[in-house]
């Protein structure tokens, strides 16, 4: 998987700074454990639909002089293997798990926010659903640990059954999210909108794998 990180609020700002230029050095390889092993090795293209800017933006690739294989800097606004930005990818997962929206529905929401046809939402939706469990139980352990008790119960207080699991990960990222603004200045500006997009940045190096 590709380390992610903050380079700012938007992919205009990512793209006109050539922000991937500023992308400090990985400490260690996340595919072999190696530490100090990681050189530049140019750039790539990816997608970023969706959003304010659109089009295509250059990405960090680092080569490990250890296993020799190559990993990434993906901005917190791009997923792993999906083309539509993090923005518009959260505003169907939410329809879907949080107001709990039918299929009509979901398409009716997003329609004027730029999001794909239907079939593709869904394949958002059913893969988000199918990471949940991993990620949730990883996010609720970390927030239990910090004394965040009662996040396995749903927001009337009920033991949270297995079809409201995605529903809870959305609601504990926006736990994460607060940790997240106390500790990190730069995150000042994130707000409810943003909690999918600070829980992929949290993910970095943990070993999680895709979200959605």
């Known amino acids: 998987m590709p380390f992610v ?7 205009e700002e990512y793209d006109k700074q050539e922000q991937q230029r500023n992308c400090v050095r990985p400490e260690i390889c996340p595919l072999c454990g190696g530490v100090g092993c990681l050189i530049g090795h ?14 295509v933006i250059w990405i960090k690739r680092w080569l490990c002089k250890l296993c020799h294989r190559t990993t990434s ?6 997923f ?10 959260q505003a169907a997962i939410e329809e879907r798990f949080w107001s709990r ?3 009509a529905g979901v398409k009716l929401e997003c329609a004027c926010r730029g999001a794909p046809a239907l079939r593709t939402m869904q394949r958002w939706c059913t893969s988000f659903a199918k ?18 008790g009662g996040l396995r119960t749903d927001p009337n207080g ?7 699991k995605e529903q809870a990960l959305l609601n504990a990222s926006e736990c994460l999210l607060a940790q997240g603004k106390a500790c990190r200045p730069e995150l000042a500006g994130y707000g409810r909108k943003d909690r999918m997009r600070f ?5 970095s190096g943990r070993g999680l794998g895709r979200l959605v």
């Open 199 to 203: 829980l992929w940045l949290w993910s």
């Open 42 to 55: 140019g750039y790539y293209f990816r997608k970023s639909k969706g959003g304010r800017g659109g089009g």
């Open 73 to 78: 800097v993906l901005p917190d606004f791009l």
């Open 131 to 148: 990471e949940t469990p991993q990620w949730l139980r990883v996010v609720q352990d970390v927030l239990e640990q910090q004394g965040h």
């Open 5 to 11: 990180n903050h380079f700012g609020y938007s992919e």
């Open 80 to 89: 792993a293997f999906r083309h539509y930005v993090v923005e518009t990818i």
């Open 158 to 164: 009920n033991a949270m059954e297995d079809d409201c």
């Open 101 to 103: 929206k039918s299929w």
